[in-house]
């Protein structure tokens, strides 16, 4: 699979379509499960809020795997990410009350690069609060 989106076609300032994800403590213990990340912070209300932390929060790497799902979507082919990075700033709290939290992401073409590549600057947010710094993408376009 290739890209879908053509560099010639993306101009600095492109925005791709914005996204939210759910999550869910289903969701966190389904996810421990196919990491092998079964630390309590994740799906232990009680022991999350012993070490300080408000409630349960999301792992980090899900939530950076949730962000360039907005990237992957726009080009229509996750190898085409060659680069991907992220500053964890504040982590996604997920209450047990049937809802949970929301993940809200969106991006934006920052650079045009040498050999079909584009820089792409994400932004993730939960609850107001930027989750995600330096969050930036290298794709090869065709």
Do not use: C
């Not at 994800?21 to 996810?31: G, N």
């Not at 990340?37 to 999350?48: G, R, V």
């Not at 726009?74 to 990410?81: E, I, R, S």
């Amino acid at each position: 699979m290739t890209a879908r989106i053509n560099y010639a076609d993306v101009e600095v300032g492109t925005e791709l379509p914005a996204q939210s994800f759910p999550v869910t403590r289903d969701t966190l213990v389904r996810y421990a499960g196919a990491s092998g990340d079964f630390n309590p912070i994740h799906w232990n209300e009680k022991f999350a809020k012993e070490v300080g932390l408000p409630d349960v929060i999301a792992h980090g790497m899900f939530t950076m795997a949730e962000a360039i799902r907005v990237v992957t979507d726009w080009t229509g082919d996750p190898g085409t990410v060659v680069e991907y990075g992220v500053r964890f700033t504040r982590p996604v709290v997920v209450p047990n009350d049937g809802v949970g939290a929301l993940i809200e992401v969106s991006a934006k073409v920052a650079a045009k690069l040498d050999g079909n590549r584009v820089r792409v600057d994400l932004t993730a947010v939960s609850e107001g609060q930027k989750v995600l710094g330096m969050s930036r993408a290298v794709v090869q376009l065709g």
